[in-house]
């Protein structure tokens, strides 16, 4: 057991406050590697308003449902790759090489973004860019992890949290701030590579991971790291507890030769670990919190605001309420505990869930009416309406889905009256706005606009202190250490692959059966992340990283996650059935 069963509660919060005069070198550690999560969550913010403006510049871009969703999702394709990777990586080399790596590859992608004179181009900087990305999603959490005292493990943890939520709030201002500058996105995109490089000067002065320099045989190294980390009195407890850590570990490593999936998933720990930590990265993205973050922008003008500028100024909202939550779950984490925390967190995501189904399920069926007089008004109406039969059928989201080709002009005296179904270009753009109308093409006018913007509120300050940081902070504390590398890298893997997964197909279900059923669809999938939760997901708050293995080894379920865990004064005496 590394340094003993600490017991955690509100304290732990003020304790991680205090260290910025207590010891400001572990805070050092943590804020510098936590750039990480910074430009994770700018690249997740900025490619929603980006997106707004690539379509104006390539209109095949605005034309091609797919092609918006290849430039969100090749970076998620990538940032799977960077992920695989990363675990070996992290294995081999050590943390702080992997975060250099990966800081190399955003930078590289960020600079090929800026200079993108095709889409194609686009999409290979998008590539480098998730590369980085998903090597720095699972380097980050892991150095933060390894190189914090297990009193505030889960605090600091969860500050590489507040960064992503940081960088994504930062990338809407950004992005508000170039909305007038020439070159609007190109700015948006190249000021991505102003991160990295601050990561990398960081980086070069701190050290390594002392677990991993133990792993790796550099035991002295290791141990003037632990003494700048814990306090004289704790210090040699934690270097005797690490020391028989890797001992055992090496011992069993020379009796298995080496890693293989096999052997990792005929260990019962790891497999446990597995279970929880590949489930809750699986269900973080499958909720939907991506459609929400990457679409945020194009989600607001589906609820009937027009204006990109708006609709990039509402999406800014969303992306402080997601800092807020985040800064709300360093408070919690160590206070209530992972497994309640997320529970809470499912909970409410359900109930906004529920709120977004029934706004946009009444927009849809309410939109106003199009009318052939507005229409006729103009001189380029939109063929599928001029060649309909009974054009008095029509409303605005008819118009719409007819084809990519047409626009929807409100009436002038009331958004909400019949409007003009007319082709979409740049000239009747241009025509509708001189007429002082609204011109949509994403959304229709709608008196239910402002509650999807409450239903997007809720659902961030619901997701993000729980389902927002607790995966990371689970899977950064839950393997042994000779594992952990790996099994980092398959759980950042699984969820950079549900992440494509859903960023690749969400638009196309909002057009194939409408927002509102897409958004069905993730209430269900929230259901059974509660199941699995309560199933599968242990309690390790106030467990020093190597007591975790032996909670799980002797796990059995536990359905009453608001007792207190057994597990966290005592060490297991029993083993129990495999799961």
């Known amino acids: 057991m590394e340094g003993g069963v600490v017991e955690v509660d509100g304290s732990a919060f003020r304790e991680c406050l205090s260290l910025s005069w207590k010891n400001p070198y572990v805070l050092r550690l943590a804020f510098s590697?936590?750039?990480?999560?910074?430009?994770f969550g700018y690249d997740t913010g900025v490619i929603s308003g980006a997106l707004l403006y690539i379509r104006d510049t390539f209109k095949d871009v605005d034309r091609k449902t797919w092609l918006q969703e290849a430039i969100v999702s090749m970076?998620?394709?990538?940032?799977?790759?960077?992920?695989?990777?990363?675990?070996?990586?992290?294995?081999?080399?050590g943390r702080k090489k992997a975060i250099l790596i990966a800081d190399t590859?955003?930078?590289?992608?960020?600079?090929?973004?800026?200079?993108?004179?095709?889409?194609?181009?686009?999409?290979?900087?998008?590539?480098?860019?998730?590369?980085?990305?998903?090597?720095?999603?699972?380097?980050?959490?892991?150095?933060?992890?390894?190189?914090?005292?297990?009193?505030?493990?889960?605090?600091?943890?969860?500050?590489?949290?507040?960064?992503?939520t940081g960088g994504q709030f930062l990338s809407y201002l950004i992005n508000l701030a170039f909305t007038r500058a020439p070159g609007t996105w190109r700015w948006m995109l190249g000021v991505a590579a102003v991160p990295p490089l601050v990561q990398i000067i960081l980086m070069i002065m701190l050290p390594e991971s002392p677990r991993w320099l133990f792993r790796k045989g550099r035991e002295e190294e290791g141990k003037a790291i632990l003494r700048k980390i814990y306090s004289p009195q704790e210090v040699e407890a934690e270097i005797i507890a690490l020391r028989e850590s890797v001992d055992l570990e090496i011992k069993e490593a020379e009796?298995?030769?080496?890693?293989?999936?096999?052997?990792?998933?005929?260990?019962k720990t790891v497999r446990r670990g597995l279970y929880a930590g590949m489930g809750l990265q699986i269900f973080q993205q499958f909720v939907g919190?991506?459609?929400?973050?990457?679409?945020?922008?194009?989600?607001?003008?589906?609820?009937?605001?027009?204006?990109?500028?708006?609709?990039?100024?509402?999406?800014?909202?969303?992306?402080?309420?997601?800092?807020?939550?985040?800064?709300?779950?360093?408070?919690?984490?160590d206070r209530t505990g992972r497994k309640k925390l997320v529970l809470f967190s499912l909970v409410g995501v359900v109930f906004s869930l529920v709120v977004l189904t029934v706004v946009f399920h009444q927009s849809s069926t309410h939109s106003p009416m199009v009318s052939s007089m507005e229409t006729s008004h103009f001189n380029n109406t939109c063929p599928d309406f001029h060649s309909d039969v009974n054009p008095g059928e029509w409303d605005c989201m008819k118009c719409l889905k007819a084809s990519p080709e047409c626009g929807f002009c409100a009436s002038g005296a009331n958004k909400l009256l019949p409007g003009a179904c007319l082709i979409s270009n740049d000239t009747t753009k241009n025509q509708c706005h001189n007429e002082d109308r609204l011109w949509y093409t994403r959304g229709c006018p709608s008196k239910f606009g402002w509650l999807a913007i409450v239903g997007l509120a809720l659902y961030i300050i619901f997701f993000s202190p729980g389902m927002g940081t607790v995966p990371w902070v689970v899977n950064s504390e839950i393997y042994p250490l000779r594992y952990r590398g790996i099994c980092g890298g398959i759980a950042s893997t699984s969820n950079w692959v549900s992440n494509l997964i859903v960023a690749?197909?969400?638009?196309?279900?909002?057009?194939?059966?409408?927002?509102?059923?897409?958004?069905?669809?993730?209430?269900?999938i929230t259901v059974a992340a509660i199941i699995f939760v309560l199933i599968f997901v242990p309690e390790t708050k106030g467990l020093p990283i190597e007591e975790v293995e032996k909670m799980l080894e002797g796990r059995d379920l536990n359905f009453k996650f608001w007792q207190k865990n057994s597990h966290q004064g005592k060490v297991p005496t029993q083993k129990t059935q495999s799961i």
């Open 289 to 333: 919190i991506n459609t929400v973050m990457y679409y945020s922008p194009t989600i607001v003008q589906l609820a009937g605001f027009s204006s990109n500028t708006t609709a990039l100024l509402l999406s800014l909202v969303t992306a402080g309420l997601n800092a807020f939550g985040s800064i709300l779950s360093i408070y919690f984490i």
């Open 105 to 164: 590859l955003f930078f590289i992608g960020s600079a090929v973004m800026a200079g993108a004179i095709n889409p194609s181009m686009l999409i290979v900087g998008r590539v480098f860019v998730g590369l980085g990305v998903g090597m720095a999603s699972m380097a980050s959490p892991l150095y933060i992890s390894e190189a914090s005292p297990t009193r505030v493990r889960g605090a600091l943890v969860s500050l590489n949290g507040f960064l992503i």
């Open 33 to 39: 590697a936590g750039i990480g999560g910074l430009l």
């Open 75 to 93: 970076a998620l394709a990538g940032a799977i790759i960077g992920a695989a990777v990363g675990g070996w990586i992290n294995d081999r080399f």
């Open 504 to 524: 690749q197909s969400f638009l196309s279900l909002t057009q194939a059966i409408g927002t509102s059923w897409t958004f069905m669809i993730f209430i269900f």
């Open 255 to 267: 009796a298995t030769d080496k890693v293989s999936i096999v052997t990792m998933l005929k260990t």
